[in-house]
């Protein structure tokens, strides 16, 4: 199935041609915004995606079984095993997941390749990307390790179609690792016993090597008391002690397996340590890190097939004599839509980019990779629910694609996202993000993107710094200075020069976000949320900017970061009403968007050329 060649021509007016190209402007893809992958002809940005031959076959398979039977799999939570055999057959997990120094067919860990093929992946079905995204989670502490014995192994079995799975929770402590109640103990020179329970752990039932926290049973033999952690590759099929694995019945992903096991005197040797002590610990954050961050762009892919979805029907559905797409109130509606969704990729491929180019001198991605984590899937939600509006019944009917992405994109925030913790994390950056504005200088801006992946990068295997207060920022108002001067622009701008000015009362004279002025963890999470939709406004700018987005669009995306900053100025304001703590500025930082009817009717036409072919 070869890809069709389309012209680079952007998707809507205003942005770059080819004679951009010609004065040696990056090109940026097409396949920045939004996409459908339905057609049988694909169009400017899927086009762009399937040059991959792994994305190809993805996309060849999924068409050939069809919505219908996707959709009796997950009626009957019938693991996906089918494509767990094609995956081995044609080396797809391999081929995104092997590292180039250790893959024997020519692979790279990219990736941009790795989030495009989660985006399309989910694009079909959730349930089966799940399997790609527990995989990584449980290779990835391996291939960042010091046993170079065990990384060999892992991508031999990798090469050979192995799955592997990430076993760190467990059910009565959930994300508190310091309960961890896994143990592993000496059991003479060399040699090791290992005991617990794990609980919702994707892959239990088919991975050929289970990545398992746990900590030592005794000081002596961690040899520190302050990080007593071990991860430990335990092989279920050649392990008798690892058994009673049982599927954990979710509301969602239901042909993937999510499931719990238990390992009772498992005896194993020295080599079989994937780290110990700090950097066990290190590796839980850095897998999290990054396999947290792929998951925003699996519900990008869900969001961008209901929408597809949705838009069709609502065109062919005919009430009081005229389409359901020409009625006032749906075409507001699906736009906001449109426009958060446009929003969603536009942060996520941005974040990307500063991923790509992270280093020990940049590490920006700790800030917008935990931005992603907590935002991008919960404008997820919000996308789904606004055409939930507008499709009603269609929507809840169990053979559509749209039912699917509804009950599965929940459970991203509330359950992987975790979203309370990296809203947390964003929190500690509000020193560091604002100093870039006071010191007149920060670090350089990455380039926007270009077709071309720039490949491996080596510092994701070696991550160690996560001190937030190290890292520098550009000034991040300078996104803006690019953007056509619309009034919604200059009220955000407002809002965030506002919100500064309580970050900086807020924390000159404390740690992070004010602690010596009583601030508790509900106030620190506040103050993330609104840290969040700020970094997450100022990559969406900067991309915008690279696209040259057409000005209604942006106008109407940040309608949304202003009413969306604006809700969460307010709600930190009357936390704080209570307590010793400095609220200048927050009062601000709320404000009213200022939209016209006429960017409404533009962008409802942008949506109408990329869902509706109009």
Known sequence: MSPRRVSPNPPFPGGRSEADDDAGVPRVSDASWPLSFDAAEPGAGAADYLVDPAIRALVSFFRTKGLAALKTEDRDETWCDDWIRFQAKHGLYASLLAPRRLSSRGSEFDVRRLTRFMEVCAYFSPSHAYSLQVAFLGIFPILTGTNEALKREAVAKLEAGGLFAFAVSEKAHGSDLFANEFTVRSDGPGAWIADGDKYYIGNANAACIVSVLAQFADAAAAATTRAPF???AIRPQQSPAYGNVTKIRTLGIRAAFVGSFEVRDHA???????????DAWDAVFRTVDLGKFLLGFGVVGM????MTEAVAHLRSRILYGRPV??????RATTTVAFARLVAMKMHATRALEYLESACKEDRRYLLFNSVQKARVSTEGVKVLALLAECIGARGAESETYFETALRDAQLVPGLEGSTHINFGLAAQFVGPYFAGVRDGEGAPVPPPSIDASPGENPYLFETRNRNAKTVRFAPPLAAYDALPPLPNVRVFVRQVESFRAFATDATDATDAAGREHGTDDEVLLAIGKCLAVIAYAQLVAEKFAAVSAPPPLVSLVFHAFVEDLAAEALKLSAMLATREMP??????AVRIPRTSAA??????????????GR
């Open 230 to 232: 071990a991860f430990v």
């Open 268 to 278: 194993f040797p020295e080599s079989d340590f994937i780290s110990k002590g700090r």
């Open 303 to 306: 969001c961008e097939h209901a």
């Open 325 to 330: 797409s020409e009625m006032p109130h749906i």
């Open 583 to 588: 609220r200048g500025g927050l009062a601000r």
């Open 599 to 612: 960017e409404f009717a533009a962008v409802d036409e942008l949506v109408a050329a990329r869902f509706a």
